[in-house]
């Protein structure tokens, strides 16, 4: 079956733009994260859903990030007034239940703030 | 903030060669999972290994798991140039979030 998909694969914005990025989780799974990457650094923890409602939100760094999931499926991750020091690439990953089982990643989207 | 650290920070190896990595945590987990990952993109998940498990297989992989010392190890047999890439061990304490180490870089040279 097919993996974690997230789209754009590449976003390229200036300072002071919204962008949206979104994460198709495996069919089935309950529990999706978000992460994000900085260059050379390992993915740090951004938030948590357990169905439609996040189950932990304390990674993400200030109220200009905020995601959803309204169905309990697909997942957008929301930036306002972007900044440059949002620059990274945003991870996606899910699991069957949420229940300390294997997290499942995708691809990635690369963010580049101008 | 991260919780793991990996030794060494970088590898470079010859084709055949075992690979060895060590991660270390500060914290009580639930599990350890390692992960590789090529140019900076997807994760692709390698083993699990749970707090009440010593040492764990699959194919050329080994890891093992030593609670007392807070640490773990990802040992590769025979390496490939297929191998090359960055590898993050990650912990789950009581939360489900997982939490990375920074990576060690791993060069198999032909």
């Known amino acids: 079956g097919a993996g974690v998909s997230q789209t754009p694969s590449n976003k390229v914005t200036e300072k002071g733009k919204y962008v949206e990025l979104r994460c198709d989780p495996i069919?089935?799974?309950?529990?999706l994260y978000w992460y994000r990457q900085s260059l050379g650094q390992g993915p740090e923890f951004l938030i948590y859903f357990q169905g439609t409602g996040a189950a932990d939100d304390s990674g993400l760094p200030n109220d200009r990030f905020f995601a959803v999931r309204p169905e309990g499926s697909v997942s957008t991750l929301k930036i306002q007034r972007t900044e440059r020091g949002d620059s990274a690439v945003y991870l996606c990953a899910s699991s069957l239940t949420g229940l300390g089982d294997t997290q499942y990643f995708g691809p990635g989207t690369r963010l580049t703030v101008l | 903030s991260q919780q793991g650290e990996e030794d060494p920070q970088a590898l470079s190896i010859q084709e055949g060669e075992n690979a060895t990595m060590n991660c270390s945590y500060k914290t009580s987990i639930n599990n350890l999972q390692w992960y590789r990952q090529n140019s900076g993109r997807g994760l692709v998940h390698l083993i699990l290994?749970?707090?009440?498990?010593r040492e764990k297989h699959s194919g050329r992989l080994r890891v093992t798991l030593d609670t007392s010392k807070k640490s773990s190890s990802l040992l590769i047999t025979a390496s490939r140039a297929a191998d090359t890439a960055s590898y993050f061990c990650?912990?789950?304490?009581?939360?489900?979030?997982?939490?990375f180490g920074q990576g060690t870089r791993l060069t198999i040279n032909p």
């Open positions: 290994i749970r707090s009440n498990e």
């Open positions: 990650a912990t789950t304490q009581g939360a489900q979030k997982l939490v």
């Open positions: 069919s089935g799974h309950t529990a």
